[in-house]
């Protein structure tokens, strides 16, 4: 194949070729004669270095109980070996192959400047890790061009490999501020059910009757139930809006949402607790293993708007619950949704992306509600870790209500 070079000395040869025959001038006829032997040798230079050569390409995979795999901002090593099977030396050998992750193609190059005869040459130059998802590498493309860069010839070479990138995370010693909307203290949390009673709280829809405590009941004028104190009730769902995605990845909110979600559940699963994902596409299943839950925050995408949407999802709740909402400025729908979700009963906290307005619409319902909310602005994760880690963050213009009245001011708001 010719190249742009290669066409443009063919050009001035043909030229010089006239010239020189026109004149009849020693030195033209020579520098004519020069031009037409660096086109015949850069000709024949790419077929003849081409045969013999033998790629391989291997990657190496790493995961352990600390480190699920590769995590975004990481190196993906990438090991190519070019042998050469032939006694011709070659030069100037290319290898190159797509990376594609989430629909979006690029490329990785590397180049062989020498390769002695019957010999094999290694590179091990690593791939940047931009963002979480799965990485495929696709075929390889060998290509070789003449010493003066006028022709080049390709082959490609059938190989495929795939790595799953994980979501950025940090460690965190507990969720402080989930903890204190649950009521938990030194690992307890309220519960529906238990041996131990811990006192009493109003009654909520889907409370047994059985739990009703009569005599608070009747001091108060309003129906109150008993609680209990247990240790084994550590589920918590994580509600992320996958459709109102603010940003561009890998600063999107969903990038935010991946990273922040994967940091809590690392301390949920060291607490023995179980993560359940929650979208508008569906609920994944309730993951005990902190992997399963990373790897589903990996392949997570930003979703078109369904037959079904996360407002539904969340509603279909049951008090009880632990809920974590990661929700961007435009999530007015889901924040109210988490609002009333407070006023069931459920303990909520909501991380909010912020890139730019903040939407006076989606903080008014959680702050009514008493909900804590965590402001997410690109550049500061270990801020929201910091305020999720300790429990003092949380924006609320209004302190924390009774269920009863949380759930009545979430539906004035909405």
């Known amino acids: 194949m010719i190249t742009r070079r290669g066409a443009g000395i063919i050009a001035v040869a043909v030229a010089v070729f006239f010239l020189a025959s026109a004149t009849r001038v020693g030195w033209v006829h020579l520098a004519d004669a020069v031009l037409w032997g660096m086109v015949l040798f850069s000709l024949a230079v790419p077929w003849l270095s081409m045969p013999g050569l033998k790629l391989e390409r291997s990657i190496e995979r790493r995961s352990s109980a600390a480190e699920p795999g590769l995590t975004e901002g990481d190196?993906?090593?990438?090991?190519?070996?070019?042998?050469?099977?032939?006694w011709l030396p070659r030069f100037l050998v290319s290898v190159s192959y797509p990376v594609t992750v989430?629909?979006?193609e690029s490329e990785s190059r590397s180049i062989f400047f020498w390769i002695w005869p019957r010999r094999t040459s290694l590179s091990d130059r690593p791939l940047k890790i931009e963002r979480r998802?799965?990485?495929?590498l696709g075929e390889s493309l060998i290509e070789i061009t003449g010493p003066f860069g006028m022709f080049r010839r390709r082959r490609s070479i059938p190989m495929s490999h795939s790595v799953l990138a994980y979501p950025l995370w940090k460690p965190?010693?507990?969720l402080g501020l989930l903890e204190s909307q649950a009521g938990?203290?030194?690992?307890?949390?309220k519960s529906r059910t238990g041996v131990d009673a811990s006192g009493t709280r109003a009654y909520v829809a889907g409370d047994p009757y059985r739990s009703i405590h009569w005599r608070n009941s009747a001091r108060s004028g309003r129906l109150a139930v008993r609680e209990f104190d247990t240790w084994n009730d550590r589920a918590v769902v994580f509600a992320i809006d996958a459709v109102n995605v603010e940003g561009e990845s890998p600063e999107s909110s969903l990038d935010y949402a991946a990273r922040i979600a994967g940091s809590c559940a690392k301390v949920i699963e060291r607490e023995g607790g179980t993560v359940s994902v929650l979208t508008a596409?569906?609920?994944?299943p309730d993951f005990m293993a902190w992997s399963g839950v990373m790897e589903h925050l990996a392949r997570m995408e930003q979703e078109a708007h369904g037959t079904e949407s996360?407002?539904?999802?969340?509603?279909?709740?049951q008090p009880g619950r632990r809920l974590i909402a990661f929700l961007s400025s435009s999530s007015g729908d889901e924040a109210a949704a988490v609002a009333e979700a407070a006023g069931r009963g459920i303990a909520c906290i909501a991380v909010m992306y912020v890139d730019g307005d903040t939407s006076a619409d989606s903080f008014g319902a959680l702050q009514q509600a008493g909900v804590p909310v965590v402001q997410c602005v690109p550049g500061e994760l270990d801020r929201v870790l910091s305020e999720i880690e300790n429990g003092v963050g949380g924006v609320t213009s209004a302190p924390a209500r009774s269920p009863l009245d949380a759930r009545a001011a979430a539906q004035v708001a909405a």
């Open 281 to 284: 596409t569906g609920e994944s």
């Open 184 to 189: 938990e203290h030194e690992g307890r949390r």
């Open 102 to 104: 989430a629909g979006i």
């Open 172 to 174: 965190m010693s507990r």
């Open 310 to 317: 996360l407002v539904q999802r969340i509603a279909r709740l």
């Open 75 to 86: 190196d993906l090593p990438v090991n190519l070996s070019l042998r050469n099977r032939w």
């Open 133 to 136: 998802g799965l990485h495929s």
